[in-house]
């Protein structure tokens, strides 16, 4: 008998006296350089029950990653060498396992760029002895208790310093107040990013910012903080205005005029325009429209430029109110009346705008204008252009000043091109129609789109 044969005989005696639940291997053919796998074990403490501990044992090679995967199971399990050659490691059995008779136990050791494994199937000896249930899974170990996690930054207040005006050179100041010890900074969108800010005092955090010649402020502008500690992070926006406006919004192009007399039987269009030049415009949020006595805002179109409101009313006078604040907190308040008739109103010229919608935006390039009145009418037409940004400028420029004659079928149309097509000028067109003694005035306003 050589040598081989009498390891096997060996390993089949140990098999013989093996305990249920432990597998040997005999020694496995070794190439010059490979890594070599003498013995494998497997064992449990409760067969392939739910809890169960299974235990892996390889004697080989010294100095070598060893690990075992388990047919079923998606990663593998990794060996530690306890000793010269020998390295172990177990895996509790869940519930959610599917370890059967039968399942493959695969082991692998690589050393110097090479490796070798062996591959065993779970036998009868893991199974329950008949007649006997198996036992209960181990308890599951307690969840551990999480470390305590740091508590979230916060920002108690951001605020601006207003200045006169936003031109190239001002400073804009902000500050701060807040978690001590941060990582303080805010940004300008479109403008400026993570410019830092000091703690000047515990908690309190302040920076600044001066204007360049090249950089562009909108009407409306996005600033933002940041506070920064313990690994997570919090922002806030500026809710205040960077203008020191003192000067409130005024009412524009109101219709119907005060005093004028329109005619039943069709729904009556109310509307007015907001004019907050040089200031910060206003709050939408803040404008209120009273109609005859009665709340009307919910029913109409507000923004920070106009409102619109609409309604078949009966005939009688009625008292149009509307307040208002800008966002530097300025109020306002302008009322008015006008009568609707029982009867048609009086025979009139008619003047009719057929394009554009009144306050609709209209884009860059030049823009047409169309009408009708009556046949071979005389239009007089007249358009101003007003320019409004922010702190910068608030311009009124005379754009087209032209008399029409109305086509045999009373059409007309017009048409202007401003020279700068800045973003949310407003175009006042005001139209006047003449007949022999018949004279009829319109007037259309429209945006410049953002």
């Known amino acids: 008998m050589n040598i081989r044969q009498h390891v096997f005989s060996s390993f089949l ?11 040997s291997q005999p020694a496995c053919a070794q190439r010059a350089g490979s890594p ?8 449990s403490d409760n067969r392939l029950a739910p809890g169960a501990e299974l235990t892996f044992t390889i004697e080989g090679t010294p100095r070598g990653n060893a690990s075992v995967r388990i ?3 998606k990663k593998n399990i990794p060996l530690q060498e306890v000793s010269s050659g020998v390295y172990e490691g177990g895996y509790t059995i869940k519930r959610k396992d599917r370890i059967t008779l039968g399942n493959t136990v695969r082991a692998t050791l690589r050393t110097g760029g090479r490796s070798i494994g062996e591959t065993y199937r779970l036998s009868s000896s893991f199974a329950p002895a008949p007649g006997v249930a198996a036992a209960p899974p181990h308890p599951p170990a307690p969840a551990p208790v999480p470390a305590p996690q740091p508590a979230a930054p916060r920002i108690d ?8 005006k936003i031109e190239p050179g001002a400073d804009l100041r902000f500050a701060m107040l807040g978690t001590p010890g941060a990582q303080a900074s805010f940004t300008i969108e479109g403008v400026a990013k993570n410019v830092p800010m000091q703690e000047v005092t515990r908690g309190n955090y302040e920076g600044g910012y001066t204007i360049r010649r090249l950089d562009h402020f909108p009407a409306t502008v996005n600033i933002f903080g940041t506070l920064e500690a313990n690994g997570q992070a919090i922002g806030a926006r500026l809710n205040q205005a960077l203008i020191a406006d003192a000067t409130p919004p005024v009412i524009r192009n109101i219709s119907p005029r005060d005093g004028e ?8 269009s109310i509307s007015a325009n907001f004019d907050d030049s040089g200031g910060v415009g206003v709050d939408a949020s803040s404008v209120r429209v009273m109609v005859g006595g009665r709340d009307v805002t919910q029913r109409s179109k507000v923004t920070p430029q106009f409102f619109n409101y609409s309604e078949n009313l009966q005939p009688g006078r009625y008292a149009v109110e509307v307040i208002a604040r800008d966002l530097a907190g300025n109020a306002m308040r302008y009322a008015w009346t006008f009568a ?6 009086p025979a009139s010229l008619p003047l009719q705008i057929l394009s554009h919608a009144n306050n609709a935006q209209v884009s860059g390039g030049t823009i047409e ?8 009418a005389r239009v007089d037409v007249r358009v101003q252009g007003l320019s409004s940004v922010a702190g910068f400028f608030g311009v009124r420029q005379q754009i087209y000043d032209q008399s029409l004659r109305a086509d045999p079928n009373g059409n007309f149309a017009f048409s202007f091109r401003p020279q700068i097509a800045v973003p949310g000028t407003r175009y006042e067109i005001t139209m006047n129609a003449a007949k022999a003694d018949l004279r009829t005035e319109s007037q259309l306003v429209l945006f410049q789109q953002q």
């Open 340 to 345: 609707v008739a029982p009867q048609p109103a």
């Open 71 to 73: 047919s079923g199971l």
């Open 13 to 23: 005696l140990l098999m013989a006296f093996a305990p249920v639940g432990t597998i």
């Open 369 to 376: 204008v169309r009408g009708r009145t009556a046949p071979d």
């Open 157 to 164: 207040r951001f605020t601006a310093t207003p200045i006169g």
């Open 36 to 43: 070599a796998i003498d013995k494998f074990f497997v064992e």
């Open 261 to 268: 007399t329109v005619a039943a039987g069709n729904p009556t």
